[in-house]
């Protein structure tokens, strides 16, 4: 297998080799056939050839078995005619990643922030919504008619909600078998009802599965009052980029936020967090999220090539992580701890050497 990392910018670079680190380690432990290669992209390739994604990464991209993605710093780019092309958002649409997972989970001795303990997955809808900068064939979702007056358009259709709906119950169905539909119909009842639609059919074709929705004004309290309840949500971009930051903070922080974005053949692993620039080149950020986002992706990866290593693989990174996190003196500095991002990879990697699962 052959995975594709893109460093990315601001933290990017330090997360992403502390993750490669990590799947090294593993790659010796578990004896797996893991190999890289790493590829400039945003604000070192915009400098070195004129574009934040050189048309030759893209194809490096398709030819990956998996992709690694460090985050980048859209807000500094250039216009996308000046070569500042939002690569996480352009890898999404190129690559038809339309599911992106992104799990929260209260981790044993690790301090949460809701009110109850949690372990929920969103299921978010990746390529249309709210995203008016990536949601037409052609041109933008949004548009100016006149200096003061703005317009955005929200694109939903029944095929992609259909397939999102899918990719969520197909998860629920390896889980605690409950799927909460998260929208808006009150107010948007067009495109939020087509949305619902789709979602309520493919829930008859699992009648195995609970079903229920929640407004999402109401789900942003609900996830605070007592998020034990949810096991996977499901939703339309905006929402689900909002309520799974949400999430993610409430279950012990932003820095241990993981996702992939996946399609019918690509998936692509990319923390939740940005690209850090306020602690860039310091060696202090947590590299936990890149790293549980590698996981997912080597899950995904064995789950679709049937390889039970690369799935022990995954398993073995995450418990290792709720090992290292457990004590107070291996946590990295944004949870409390002492440790930089290099020791704390070292520490992980020490503790996947020590695992006995082989
Ligand atoms: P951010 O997520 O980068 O940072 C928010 C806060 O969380 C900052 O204080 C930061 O230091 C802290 N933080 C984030 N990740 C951390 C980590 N791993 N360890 C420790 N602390 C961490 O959000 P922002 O400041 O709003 O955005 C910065 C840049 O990132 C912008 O250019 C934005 O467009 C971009 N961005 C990129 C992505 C992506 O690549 N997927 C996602 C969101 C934002």
């Known amino acids: 297998m052959i995975l594709a990392v893109l460093p990315g910018d601001g933290i990017g670079p330090e997360i992403t080799d502390a993750t490669r680190h990590v799947l090294e380690c593993v790659t010796q432990a578990l004896s797996l056939d893991l190999s890289f290669y790493v590829r400039q992209i945003g604000l070192a390739s915009l400098q070195a ?201 409430l279950s012990g922080g932003l820095g241990m936020a993981a996702s992939i974005n996946f399609g019918e053949r690509h998936c692509m692993a990319q923390a939740q967090h940005g690209s850090a620039p306020d602690i860039q080149g310091r060696n202090t950020a947590n590299p936990t999220s890149l790293i549980l986002s590698a996981a997912m992706l080597i899950d995904w990866l064995g789950r679709r090539h049937h390889d039970e290593r690369l799935i022990t693989a995954a398993r073995v990174i995450d418990q290792s992580i709720d090992a290292v996190l457990q004590k107070p003196s291996t946590r990295t500095i944004d949870l409390g701890g002492p440790l930089s991002t290099t020791a704390f990879t070292s520490e992980l990697c020490k503790e996947i050497d020590a695992r006995p699962i082989r």
């Open 49 to 249: 050839s004129g574009t934040t994604l050189p048309p030759s990464v893209l194809e490096a991209c398709r030819r990956a078995d998996g992709i690694i993605l460090g985050p980048v710093s859209t807000a500094s780019y250039p216009s996308r005619d000046e070569g500042g092309i939002n690569v996480s958002a352009e890898l999404r649409i190129q690559l038809d990643l339309f599911a992106n997972i992104r799990p929260s989970r209260t981790r044993d001795g690790l301090p949460y922030f809701g009110r109850t303990p949690m372990d929920l997955v969103i299921v978010r809808e990746n390529t249309e919504g709210f995203y008016a900068d990536r949601n037409m064939h052609r041109g933008s979702g949004e548009l100016m008619p006149t200096p003061d007056l703005a317009l955005a358009i929200r694109k939903i259709s029944a095929s992609a909600s259909a397939r999102i709906a899918r990719a969520a119950f197909e998860l629920a169905a390896s889980r605690r078998r409950h799927v909460t539909a998260v929208h808006k119909s009150n107010v948007l009842g067009v495109t939020e009802g087509l949305f619902l639609r789709e979602v309520r059919a493919v829930a008859k074709e699992h009648p195995d599965i609970a079903y229920d929705e929640q407004l999402v004004d109401s789900m942003a309290a609900l996830l605070v009052r007592d998020a034990a309840r949810y096991d996977v949500i499901v939703t339309t971009n905006m929402f689900g980029d909002i309520l799974s930051d949400e999430a993610a903070e």
